[in-house]
C-alpha cells in the first residue's frame, strides 16, 4: 500500500431542516461540576433538557465506520452540529439523512484525509456554513500487523500519512480559527500502541506514539490560548480495522475487545469538560485484556 496521492473529489451538503424546532421562553443554564446542562422553559413551563453539546459544531474525520461513526452519532445525539470526513462518500450520506431526522445540520465531506485539499475544504465548508469549529476529533487511521521483515515501506508510509499526517492537516487548518474565539478542543484518537510497544506492530505503534507526542507538544502550545488538546488510547475495538491486515473478521467477533460506542463515551466524556478543566489523555483496556503483559496466575 503506497500513499497515492488521490484526486478529490470533494462533496458537501448541508442538511439541515427548513425550520429548526423553535421553543419560546427563557433559555436557562445550570450550573454543575459537568458542563453547563441547557434547559428551555416551554410555553406550559415545563424544562425540557437539551444535549451536552447543544450548539455546538464538531468535526470528525474517519466518520463512516467503527470509532468515528460512533463519535458522530454520539455527538449527534448530544446536540451537536457535525462535520463528517471520510472518502466512502455514501456512508456519510446515510449519516446526513440521521442527522437531518434528528433535525441537526450535518456537513458531508467525501475526501482523502491524507491529502492538504481535504483538510482545507473540510475546515472552509464547516466555517462557512455552520460559523465555528467548536471540536475537532482526530479520528481516521489504519492498521498494517506484521512483523518488521514483512513491513514494507509502503505499508509504514500509508499507516504515516492516515494516522499522523491526517492528525496533522486537520490540526493545522483547524487552529486558526480556534485561536480567533480562544477557544475549541482536539481529540486525537491513538490507541494502546501509542503508549505501549507490541511485538508484530513496530511500524503501527510507530504512528500512534507520534500522535501521543503531537498531543503532548500540542496541549502544551495551546492550552494557554484557551485551547485543550487530548488524546484517547483504546485497546482493541470491535470494528473493521485491520481486517485482512493482521485480524480476520471471526477473530474480531469473537473477542472481548471494546465496542465503538464505548470509546465513543471516552470521547465525549474528554469534550464535556468544564471550561476550568481538561482531561489530557485516556487509556482504555477491555475487562478482558490486562494493561501490559499477562494477568498473574
Given at each position: 500500500m503506497g500513499v497515492v496521492s488521490?484526486?478529490?473529489?470533494?462533496?458537501i451538503f448541508a442538511c439541515t431542516e427548513s425550520h429548526r424546532r423553535s421553543h419560546a421562553g427563557v433559555l436557562?443554564?445550570?450550573q454543575t461540576n459537568r458542563a453547563p446542562i441547557h434547559e428551555v422553559?416551554?410555553?406550559?413551563?415545563r424544562f425540557v433538557q437539551m444535549g451536552k453539546l447543544d450548539g455546538m459544531v464538531a468535526v470528525v474525520t474517519g466518520a463512516s465506520s467503527g470509532i468515528g461513526l460512533a463519535v458522530a452519532r454520539r455527538f449527534l445525539q448530544e446536540g451537536a452540529d457535525v462535520v463528517v470526513v471520510a472518502r466512502r462518500g455514501e456512508r456519510l450520506a446515510a449519516f446526513a439523512d440521521e442527522a437531518?431526522?434528528?433535525g441537526r445540520r450535518c456537513v458531508v465531506v467525501t475526501g482523502d484525509v491524507r491529502e492538504e485539499a481535504t483538510a482545507r475544504q473540510t475546515v472552509q465548508?464547516?466555517?462557512d456554513t455552520l460559523g465555528k469549529i467548536d471540536i475537532l476529533v482526530n479520528n481516521a487511521g489504519i492498521g498494517i500487523y506484521?512483523?518488521?521483515?514483512?513491513?514494507?515501506?509502503d505499508d509504514?508510509?500509508?499507516m504515516m500519512a492516515t494516522n499522523m499526517r491526517s492528525t496533522f492537516l486537520f490540526s493545522r487548518h483547524t487552529v486558526p480559527s480556534m485561536l480567533e474565539r480562544g477557544a475549541g478542543s482536539i481529540i486525537n484518537v491513538s490507541s494502546m500502541a501509542g503508549v505501549l510497544g507490541f511485538a508484530g506492530e513496530a511500524a503501527y505503534c510507530a504512528t500512534k506514539f507520534a500522535q501521543v507526542g503531537f498531543t503532548q507538544a500540542l496541549d502544551r502550545e495551546l492550552r494557554p490560548r484557551g485551547i485543550k488538546v487530548g488524546v484517547v488510547c483504546p485497546g482493541g475495538v470491535k470494528t473493521e480495522f485491520a481486517i485482512g491486515a493482521g485480524r480476520t473478521e471471526e477473530g474480531v467477533a469473537?473477542?472481548?475487545m471494546l465496542d465503538p460506542n464505548e470509546v465513543a463515551e471516552a470521547v465525549l466524556l474528554m469534550a464535556t469538560q468544564p471550561a476550568s478543566a481538561r482531561i489530557v489523555e485516556i487509556r482504555m483496556r477491555p475487562m478482558v485484556e490486562p494493561l501490559a503483559g499477562r494477568d498473574p496466575e
Open positions: 488521490l484526486l478529490m473529489a470533494a462533496r436557562a443554564y445550570k422553559r416551554s410555553r406550559k413551563g437531518r431526522q434528528a465548508a464547516a466555517l506484521g512483523n518488521l521483515v514483512d513491513t514494507s515501506a509504514f508510509d500509508a469473537a473477542s472481548g
